[in-house]
């Protein structure tokens, strides 16, 4: 059984910064890429960045490109997304995913989540 579990979110200003976690467990993470993906209330799902198994490849959405970094230590099976610059827009409960499906902007290529970490930047 694999088990995704975020930390980090929290209430911060409009150009703070912030840096979430997800740890796993279940079955080798470092075999698998990871993603992170936000929903904002009354919105769908959407991809904001992932990682290859090795970390040697990372993905951005364009409205984070520039601002958060995504990173993994597969020592510790944690995989990490550094958030600068943060604006209202990117208010939302942020999940980690693990990768098994092709496509890594889809949410259909994931399948195991975690319960998420909300984040809200006030203006």
């Known amino acids: 059984q694999v088990q995704l579990v975020e930390s980090g979110g929290g209430l911060v200003q409009a150009g703070d910064s912030l840096r979430l976690s997800c740890a796993a467990s279940?079955?080798?993470?470092?075999?698998?890429?990871m993603g992170w993906f936000r929903q904002a209330p009354g919105k769908e799902r959407e991809f904001v960045a992932a990682?290859?198994?090795?970390?040697?490849?990372?993905y951005y959405a364009d409205s984070v490109k520039g601002r958060f970094t995504i990173s993994r230590d597969n020592a510790k099976n944690t995989v990490y997304l550094q958030m600068n610059s943060l604006k209202p827009d990117d208010t939302a409960v942020y999940y980690c995913?693990?990768?098994?499906?092709?496509?890594?902007?889809?949410?259909?290529?994931?399948?195991?989540w975690g319960q998420g970490t909300q984040v809200t930047v006030s203006a």
């Open positions: 279940g079955r080798t993470f470092s075999s698998y890429a």
């Open positions: 990682i290859s198994w090795s970390g040697s490849r990372t």
């Open positions: 995913a693990q990768h098994t499906g092709d496509r890594y902007y889809s949410v259909h290529a994931y399948d195991y």
